[in-house]
């Protein structure tokens, strides 16, 4: 196993325009989080699954950004209507049950917005 | 969102010195993490804090969970260019559905060769 793989690396969009960004977790994770990270900042936390269910999402989540984990595997999550301030590196993350030193996260993609 | 207050934001410092950095937070939490971020990746965990009071090692790196359990501080001795990058501390209260971390803004280290 590779690691939490993150796809695309960069996006560069247009304002106004949709985006979506996929992430394959460690195979045998059962938990799955996404977290943004502005220049400057720590990543800071978005939503998080259990296996196919979404059990917490951050005020961050606005109505603009859906994320789904479908049969409890990779995960997509979408920006629609992408907006400047959007710009940041979004990072996927999984574990297991507990430990942290499972915790592990991708390398992100990095979105642009012009 | 809430972040924990990190410092020194930078420093930079001679091959082979001492580094010491903290964090701390206006809440309580039941874990202390320590994550570096190089460049364009993502953040790699290098040290756990579980318990109040614990001190914890991973090779030249040290770093304690303190007793209020509001703060955590991180050394590493005997510093070398590899170690150049961003740290980041993370507090979290782990449990049942939870799972989620909330980290300072970092530290970035430099160090010169």
């Known amino acids: 196993d590779t690691g939490v793989s993150q796809n695309p690396r960069h996006k560069i969009t247009k304002r106004g325009q949709n985006v979506t960004f996929r992430c394959d977790p460690i195979s045998e994770h059962n938990r799955l989080y996404w977290y943004r990270q502005t220049l400057g900042q720590g990543p800071e936390f978005l939503t998080y699954f259990q296996n196919e269910a979404q059990l917490e999402k951050s005020r961050l989540l606005s109505d603009r950004f859906s994320a789904e984990r479908p049969k409890g595997s990779f995960s997509t999550l979408e920006i629609q209507r992408t907006e400047q301030g959007d710009s940041a590196m979004y990072l996927c993350?999984?574990?297991?049950?507990?430990?942290?030193?499972?915790?592990?996260f991708g390398s992100g993609t990095r979105l642009t917005v012009v | 969102g809430q972040q924990l207050n990190q410092s020194p934001q930078s420093m930079f410092i001679q091959e082979g010195e001492d580094v010491s950095m903290n964090c701390t937070s206006s809440?309580?939490?039941?874990?202390w993490l320590w994550y570096k971020q190089d460049p364009g990746e993502g953040p790699v965990l290098l040290i756990a804090l579980y318990k109040a009071g614990e001190l914890t090692s991973n090779g030249r790196l040290t770093a304690q969970f303190g007793i209020t359990r509001k703060d955590s501080f991180l050394n590493i001795s005997a510093s070398i260019p590899s170690d150049v990058g961003i740290y980041f501390c993370?507090?979290?209260?782990?449990?049942?559905?939870?799972?989620?971390?909330?980290f300072g803004k970092g530290t970035k280290l430099s160090v010169k060769p």
């Open positions: 993370a507090g979290a209260n782990y449990g049942g559905s939870q799972g989620n971390l909330i």
């Open positions: 993350a999984s574990s297991l049950d507990m430990g942290w030193y499972g915790y592990t």
């Open positions: 809440s309580i939490f039941n874990t």
